[in-house]
């Protein structure tokens, strides 16, 4: 059965304990010779940080599934360090900037960053080993026809993991007794939930939509983020070119003005605008990159984006409105059209609001 793949956690890590990267040879006696542990690629790009210690900043018991969009998907033995992303470089250049997943057997527990580590928890060997060497070789196919297929944690993600159940208690719980998310948040989010659900009862439609809209409201302060846009469906959408650079400060812009730029299903020449992003809505945040090009996870094709990107420091999906996959501790970086953002002068980023992992709807 699919949960005899994966063996129970030992390690009892918690959201904000302090570990250390075990060192490359530790960890390549974990994997096989496929570079993986339990299904999960360990990348070269994660090879810079062995020995060095950071903090588990969540658990990532939760996780949604990128390639699809559809589901979200369990982990096992797994946790997310700090803001420790992929940065492509063996990868073809990859902009996604995905957090790594890190294997609990991948790391050591420690109690502060000076103490000792704690080595009582051995290494488990693996039958096939793989050399760092071959850690390079692995990531990448060449196809018959001269086209290179990526392979990393985000195509391999449905293989680690197993099918979540979105309303299942056990992994909010989960989410509580690791420290990945306080009571006050869970009750938000899964009772606005709730409520969004009654509009697919059929019955009450337009005020269930009422009533999601002043409850959110009251909780959050924002209106209700499942709205859609105002341009018809196959009509074009409108482009503007700021040509916005890493370090300039923009203002997103607000939900309503992002509505008047995409289609009825939030599409703006190719990029969705979602739910997730309108906590961003009349902030002010430096810009981190234009992205130009990106991992397509389903295929392990390297996309090149027509029209350049923008993603935004600090910026990242809270999963508050992700249904099947709600408070997921994966953090992905949600990219903006610069129709959506408006530069701000210099002076006033010292103002500047920067949106938290922390922070609640």
Known sequence: MIRNRFGKSKSGLRSGDWVEVR???????????????????????????????????????????????????????????????????????????????????????????????????????????CSKQQLYGTTQVHMANGEVRYICQATEHWAATEPLR??????????????????????????LHLIWKLRQVGVGWRISIWLYGRIHKLLTGRPDPFRCGVIPEGASTPDEKLNLQPGEWVEVKSHDEIL??????????????????????GQRFQVAQRVTQIIEEKSGRMITMKNPCITLKGVYCQAFYTHYSLLCSRRVTPYFREIWLRRVADNASSEAGTLQSSRGQ
């Not at 530790?26 to 062995?50: G, H, S, V, W």
């Not at 509580?176 to 009772?191: E, F, H, I, P, S």
């Open 23 to 129: 060192s490359v040879e530790e960890i390549t006696a974990t994997l096989d010779e496929q570079n993986r542990l339990e299904r999960l690629p360990f990348m070269p790009e994660m090879l810079k940080y062995c020995g060095h210690r950071f903090r588990v900043s969540k658990v990532a018991h939760k996780t949604c599934d990128t390639a699809t969009l559809i589901m979200g998907r369990r982990m096992h033995n797994a946790v997310f360090l700090e803001d420790l992303r992929c940065d492509g470089s063996a990868h073809g250049g990859c902009q996604a900037r995905c957090l790594f997943f890190w294997k609990t057997q991948w790391l050591k527990r420690i109690e502060s960053p000076g103490a000792a580590a704690n080595f009582r928890a051995p290494v488990r060997q693996s039958q096939a080993t």
């Open 166 to 191: 979105p309303l299942a208690m056990s992994h909010f719980i989960e989410d509580l007794r690791k420290g990945n998310a306080k009571l006050r948040d869970v009750v938000k989010v899964v009772g």
């Open 260 to 281: 008047e730029t995409v289609n009825r299903e939030l599409g703006n020449r190719g990029l969705k605008y979602n739910a997730e992003m309108t906590p961003a809505c």
